[in-house]
């Protein structure tokens, strides 16, 4: 029977997905035709959402794009119906953006229905678990783990391997496995697509995981503004359980687990591991000093070991095809694939899977298909908060541990957010180190306050009010700042800055010696103008001014007041005869002229 | 006390960790927490009543007035502040009146800023209600949130 799948994800759903999978439904009810339709996770490919999947008896494989019900009409008129693909519809699989990854992870988002548990046991779902509870030592998946080389996904890449070896040194009745499904980079979106698109998988890890370091009980730890997951997590959780696969005595073994969903309430400390802890806890989400780590004790006093879920989801593909071939994958300290979410100024963004050792430019150019409208690359931003901003002369960078952390960005948890000409790299430092501020819970003095100064001074600069030795001031403050804070989030919150201070200085010293911003975006070193020769007198711009600034008669040249624009935009927008301008820096002597015959009137 | 937060009290009462759990629960239930509402947390959890407030002014998820009848969050995650969302702000500011935190004097909308809604590759987006909205400029928002606030 022919099949056909809607992508379902959060993103897919935003895109219109849902209208889509209504037009199926209902279609293929009237038509009555034999054809199942179901829903799986995020196919991957964001940037031509909705997508469908069209799967023949014959095993031929269809992947349409960028649907609305008009055309889903017609895939059904003529594909469905008819038998014939729509070929303008098409995304073909040697498209550049699918043909250049390497799935392991995300081999089943997109592909199986994530509601049913059927579909995952299909695609040798569980079978990992089976052949760990019942064909090897605890001992053995560790080893095998270690072999495999898998190192933390959630940014800072420790050895898995060895982190579970430690927490099952710790003797101790009681232990904790913990799931970290607080996703909170901003720009981040692979945990969820994960858990939205294949949550056995991540469950399975979970519960191979539990079994190596001893653990009987765990908890995941998820986003309360990830609903979906959440859904599909606990529906998972009780299908897996009916069938023994969690549970007490799991396949018959002695071996029992049980998972707890526990929602965050938002708290971007809460993915630092102590931090998290306190939180199930039900506490504040304040990290505490390691010593003692979690492994030897954590949750509720008992040793814990807590994995990111892209970890977790590469541990059943790990012992299905044996250590040494995911070993083969990546480079020599750096193993497997890594998953990114590719967003920003990017032609062909979403969520990619590619094999450690490829290329930042590959990913822009080959996967990403380059920047948006052809414009000028400016950096590429890794590791969102406690990252850094890459510029164009490193983009032949190896995506690895080390060589990314030898930027002076980090490998992160997976955003990878481009950007272009039109982005103020002075502005982006300063949009990182206010969430990060504002996220900081306070309890070190120099991330609490540290920050709070930092962030001051890059304010300052692009209000154009910086002086140059501010520079110093940052960097001297940045340092401290890392050397003085408890936890990760103190001690990489001044990346952002660092690496733009090193990689794109000019750009500072352009917002504070000349006033100037070349991205055009800093709203106080900016400027709308009409373009006389331009203007048309067709009174939009005025229309739409919120502000009364954009002013003039019907068919005549318009005028922007400068001392009551408030730099919207808005007229820029709207504006159909491109006749409004943005300038920065000096001011044009017309302007002036303006201003001084404003006074005169007063 | 009504019987729906009774009956949630005595549900987590004895379950360990419960603590965020019944503050998610009871802002699920009436919208948002009052100092009551806390207070009885804290009598069922056996702490006291600054640790419950404590905790819930830690966590960005917890409100302390009523929330406007549309809530409207404007993403500032990466990808859509590189993509134009602080024009957005000044777009809802113009439009509505109020700053992100706040709620609209007629109790039509309530404003937050979030940090990221993962849906990049539409950038910039808002959430109203339930509903994302993408590719959005100034213009493009106030026609959505003008909409919402037609009866």
Redesign the interface.
Known sequence: MTEVFVGMGSCGIAAGAREVYNTLQQELSIRNLPISLSVTGCIGACHREPQIEVRTEDGGRFLYGELDSEKTLKVIEEHLVGGKAIAEYLIPFDYPYLANQKKIVLANSGVINPESIEDYLAADGYTALRKAVTRMSPEQVIQEIKASGLRGRGGAGFPTGLKWSLARANAGAKKYMVCNADEGDPGAFMDRSLLEGDPHAVLEGMAIGAYAIGADEGYLYVRAEYPLAIRRLQLAISQAEERNLLGSQIMGSEFSFEIHVKEGAGAFVCGEETALMASIEGKRGMPHIRPPFPAEKGLWGAPTNINNVETLGNIAPILRMGASAYAAIGTEKSKGTKVFALAGKIKQGGMIEVPMGITLREVVYEIGGGIQGDKKFRAVQLGGPSGGCIPESLLDVQVDYDSVTATGAIMGSGGMVVMDETTCMVDVARYFLSFTQSESCGKCTFCRMGTKRMLEILERITRGEGKMSDLEQLEELAHKVKQSSLCGLGQTAPNPVLTTLKYFREEYIEHIQNKRCQALHCRELIRFRVIEEACTGCTLCARVCPTQAATGERKAVHHIEQTLCIKCGLCYEACRFDAIEITTGVAPADVDAEAAATEVEA | MDKGFDELLQHWKSQ??????L??KTQELKGYLDREDMEAIAEV?GKSPAEIY??AT?????RFQPPGKHTLKVC????C????A??LD??VK??LGVEPGETTEDGEFSVER??????????P?VMLDQE?H?RL???KLKKVIRKAGTP
Not at chain 2, 76 to 79: D, E, F, I, K, V
Not at chain 2, 114 to 123: F, K, N, R
Request: aromatic residues 6%.
């Open positions: 360990k960790g419960n603590v965020i759990p503050l998610q959890t404590g905790v830690f966590y960005a998820q917890f500032h995650g990466t990808a502040h590189v993509s134009g602080e024009a000044l777009a113009t439009e979030v940090a990221c809604l993962g849906c990049c590759s539409l950038a987006v994302v993408g400029t100034g213009d």
